[in-house]
């Protein structure tokens, strides 16, 4: 049964929101820009955007060297945008969960690696991001929403990944899950989403060099609010598909049941590669609003990267890779 439930993010915030709502965001955004402000409950937006925890067991690891091959011919979103502004539903099903999700326990990590791999394993996230080669890249980052960021993430390439859990031949997705903890995640109560978060890749394009599993965000580990301590980052698809805080990565010759798009086939689709001239059923794709400062923007054919991904797509017929 399909329970129709507002979430959110699905349309763009001035066609989605409540209009009183949509304004105390504006002027949220404004107030921002002005100057420390409080957030709902008193934690100061700066302080969740800044603290470099120091107590971090991977703190030593950042800043990590930028990847010059990877830049954006757009500014930076500041920091303190691309932090208070989130999407993270196991925290609540709007944008200002920061403050929530200080509550997501992040040590000990165990991530899994399994299904169809020579030998499965489980490993803390600690060892893992030591054997990974770390760095940093800015991407551009487009919401199924209409809102995009250019931010720097610090991490390591998917396939770096891929190659140390060494899958069978005959893998052909690579299936992840968010961590589910109905103690810390408030969210988990909507028992109508059909929780664990799921998202999944085929494995060619899990290898693809643009695929990043961010652990660091402008310098620092990544916050909470932004999927720590790793989320993934594929910038040529709509951010739905960047789950965060991966707890299992699964090999796999069947396609994953991703989360969206159990909920809502027609409007998320597995592929979600982004495409201005695809809109979404209910608003247009055309062009996207920048955080930050809120200019308007062309969106580009696979967010920008058609170089680097359109080959993963061309003998795939009968899909709808735009969805
Ligand atoms: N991952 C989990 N586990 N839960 C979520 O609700 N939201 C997705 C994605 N990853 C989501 C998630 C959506 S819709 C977007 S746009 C991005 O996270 C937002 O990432 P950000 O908050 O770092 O900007």
Same mark, same amino acid.
């Given at each position: 049964m399909l329970i129709k439930v507002k979430r959110g993010w699905e349309?763009?915030?001035?066609?989605?929101?409540?209009?009183?709502?949509?304004?105390?965001?504006?002027q949220l955004c404004k107030a921002i820009a002005a100057g420390p402000i409080l957030l709902a409950g008193g934690a100061p937006?700066?302080?969740?955007?800044?603290?470099?925890?120091?107590?971090?067991?991977?703190?030593?690891?950042?800043?990590?060297?930028?990847? &010059?091959?990877? !830049? #954006?011919? %757009?500014?930076v979103t500041e920091e303190k945008f691309a932090t208070i502004y989130?999407?993270?539903?196991?925290?609540?099903?709007?944008?200002?969960?920061?403050?929530?999700?200080?509550?997501?326990?992040?040590?000990?990590w165990q991530v899994k690696i399994d299904g169809m791999v020579e030998k499965p394993m489980t490993i803390d996230f600690d060892t893992l991001i030591r054997k990974m080669p &770390?760095?940093? !890249? #800015?991407? %551009?980052?487009?919401?199924?929403e209409a809102w995009s960021m250019t931010v720097p993430w610090s991490g390591f390439p998917l396939k770096a990944l891929v190659d140390f859990a060494k899958p069978l031949a005959s893998a052909k997705y690579l299936e992840m899950e968010t961590l589910a903890d109905k103690e810390t995640m408030p969210g988990l109560r909507q028992f109508w989403y059909p929780w664990p978060y799921i998202e999944g890749l085929t494995v060619a394009e899990a290898t693809n060099e643009l695929a990043f599993i961010a652990t660091g965000l402008y310098g620092k580990p990544i916050p909470r609010q932004n999927g720590a301590p790793l989320r993934l980052v594929v910038p040529w698809k709509y951010g739905f598909k960047n789950l965060k805080?991966?707890?299992?990565?699964?090999?796999?010759?069947?396609?994953?049941?991703?989360?969206?798009?159990?909920?809502?086939?027609?409007?998320?689709?597995?592929?979600?590669?982004?495409?201005?001239?695809v809109d979404h059923p209910r608003w247009t794709q055309a062009s996207e609003r920048v955080l930050g400062t809120n200019d308007r923007v062309p969106t580009l054919l696979y967010n920008g990267y058609a170089e680097q991904v359109a080959d993963l797509y061309k003998d795939i017929k009968g899909e709808k890779l735009f969805m």
């Open positions: 349309t763009p915030e001035s066609a989605a929101t409540d209009e009183g709502v949509y304004l105390e965001r504006r937006a700066a302080a969740l955007a800044a603290a470099a925890p120091k107590d971090d067991p991977t703190a030593d690891l950042y800043p990590a060297p930028r990847n &010059l091959r990877y !830049r #954006v011919d %757009r500014p989130n999407n993270f539903y196991e925290f609540g099903s709007h944008k200002r969960i920061a403050k929530a999700a200080q509550a997501l326990k992040i040590r000990p &770390l760095e940093e !890249r #800015v991407y %551009r980052f487009r919401c199924v805080s991966i707890v299992r990565f699964s090999f796999t010759d069947k396609r994953p049941k991703t989360f969206w798009e159990v909920i809502q086939k027609r409007e998320y689709g597995f592929w979600a590669n982004i495409n201005p001239k």
